[in-house]
């Protein structure tokens, strides 16, 4: 093919201990024995799911076409860059920390892992924790993992639904439950599990102490109000923004916001709609669904199909 133009990704549903077994309204997904605890929506074995190349996995597209889909100048070779994907916790998730990028090619990895997550649902009293309590050294750490008291040193942060949290590699963190979380990572799987309440489960403690830093650059982020979207986070791997599109309003035209040319990654929030490209059929995305824009597609238009009270909020990922 000359030209790839949008298409949908298929959600692959992925258990965790963790997880839920209801996952409405977002997915409409009968749960198995096991819970489920993400829905990946970029990852390397999620197919194409709309038009001429139905059926064929992320990861091969990424490989046969990598200039069209990321641009002429991305510096990705390795894989494609962003792994989306969608958090349902039920409990606790472990206390964790990722490393970064030169920490991970030390293991023979392309990169570490910086990654966001996106508050779509938020129970009252739902937190997250971010780093340790200001004057927590290293030696405190130690003894409350032995002690089994770490959870008492973090930094537990309050989350509500619309809420952006940027979270770099290095940070110690944990997801509590009560929440929805859109997660935006650098594609790399490299986690070390610090500490798990006691729970029997492998810990990563050499790894995890040598991939920590006591400050990072951790927390909520403020929005970016812009004319047309509003730019939730910006970071050296990632830029995620936020659009709200109206039912029966003009066609929205976003493309020439990613410059130099770079995949989109859109991920609807509510509502639904089509994206729409001269010479294509139009891609429908409903709430819970992703659909990537190519590089090389030099014009396309967002338009809301829902009914008139129903907003389409997409969220756009672009790696940089």
Known sequence: MSQLAPFRLRPWFRTRIWGVRDLAPWYNYTVGEEPIGEVWLSGEDCTVDSGPFAGTPLGQIFAEHRTELLG????????????MKVLFPQEKLSVQVHPDDALARLHGEPHGKTECWYALEADPGATVALGFLPGVTEAQVRAAIEQQTLESLLNWLPVAQGDMIFVDAGTVHAIGPGLVLLETQQNSDMTYRMYDYGRPRELHLQESFRAMRLQTQAGKVVPRVQP????????????????????????????QAAQPPAAQLLFAASGSGE???????????????????????????????GSP???WTILRAIPL
């Open 72 to 83: 002429a100048q991305t510096s990705h070779a390795e894989r494609f860059p962003l792994l």
């Open 228 to 255: 047309e979207s509003t730019v939730l986070v910006e970071s050296a791997y990632f830029r995620v923004d936020r659009f709200t599109v109206q039912p029966g309003s003009t066609p929205h035209n976003i493309a």
């Open 275 to 305: 994206l729409r490209v001269e010479g294509c059929e139009p891609v429908a995305l409903r709430r819970g669904e992703m659909a990537i824009v190519p590089a090389c597609t030099s014009a396309w238009q967002m338009r809301a199909t």
């Open 309 to 311: 009270s129903a907003a």
